[in-house]
């Protein structure tokens, strides 16, 4: 009898529960303390984790653009004093790197967490340095109009 192959478990999104090494991931830049607009760059608080050691993203391969920045813009409406400014996108494979790891978190759909940060403050803003340098800072069409 011929062995079926194993299909990988899949979250409510349809997206599988591992994080591929090359999947884009997307951090929402909610306050403008967070980016460098003139200069074109994200910093690295905001890749900082929160209370929990864990910093919020969205993994956003094959998502059109504008299905990216609605998530974007329900994102910022959830945070006090947030609205939507920008995002920086990098590779898994870039947060992996970094000592640290990417893991699916739904809902809501497509929603994930950076997480394996130190406790110590010093080593998290060492690391937030890296993946600032490594993302890609795109501004919001809704900022730029």
Do not use: C
């Amino acid at each position: 009898m011929p062995l079926k192959p194993v299909q990988p478990a899949l979250l409510s999104s349809g997206l599988p529960v591992a994080v591929g090494q090359q999947e884009r991931i997307s951090r929402f830049v909610v306050y403008e303390r967070w980016f460098n607009a003139q200069l074109l760059y994200i910093k690295a608080a905001a890749f900082l984790p929160d209370r929990d050691r864990v910093t919020s993203i969205f993994r956003t391969t094959n998502v059109s653009e504008e299905d990216i920045w609605q998530i974007g813009t329900t994102v910022a409406a959830t945070r006090q004093g947030g609205s939507l400014h920008a995002r920086g996108d990098l590779p898994a494979s870039d947060i992996r790197s970094a000592n640290l790891d990417v893991t699916a978190a739904e809902p809501p759909a497509r929603h994930g967490l950076i997480t394996g940060w130190s406790q110590e403050k010093d080593g998290q803003k060492y690391v937030a340095v890296q993946l600032a340098a490594a993302a890609k800072l795109i501004i919001s069409p809704a900022r730029q109009s």
